[in-house]
């Protein structure tokens, strides 16, 4: 699977972006699929994450509540809807994907990035 991410930008601290991640390739809704963040000098960190087989969701303690993960197989495409954003949530942001149900562990297939910027 092929995927590419879009949708991030510049965005005052308190603001809202819908972070999209097409996929190309077959059976999108076989693959448990997650988005990842990176900030300058940090390591990765997944940010949340939807199961293929009933669409559980994970979502990190530093995002919760403000993060919404989805996903719209008829599209191929899985969505981060960021609300509230603060400043710390500057990282360039990447979607993956893992043709598993679980949604912790290695994710094969991934997508370019993103960069996402919250000015306070």
């Known amino acids: 699977v092929q995927l590419q991410a879009s949708g991030g930008g510049l965005v005052q601290a308190g603001g809202s972006l819908r972070l999209s991640c097409a996929a190309s390739?077959?059976?999108?809704?076989?693959?448990?699929m997650g988005w990842f963040r990176q900030a300058p000098g940090k390591e990765r960190e997944f940010v949340a994450g939807?199961?293929?087989?009933?669409?559980?969701?994970y979502h990190a303690d530093s995002v919760k509540g403000r993060f919404t993960i989805l996903r719209d197989n008829a599209k191929a495409t899985v969505y981060l809807q960021m609300n509230s954003l603060k400043p710390e949530d500057t990282a360039v942001y990447y979607c993956?994907?893992?043709?598993?149900?679980?949604?912790?562990?290695?994710?094969?297939?991934w997508g370019q990035g993103t960069q996402v910027t919250v000015s306070s």
């Open positions: 993956a994907a893992r043709l598993v149900v679980q949604l912790f562990g290695d994710y094969p297939y």
């Open positions: 390739g077959r059976s999108f809704s076989r693959y448990t």
């Open positions: 939807i199961r293929w087989n009933d669409e559980a969701t």
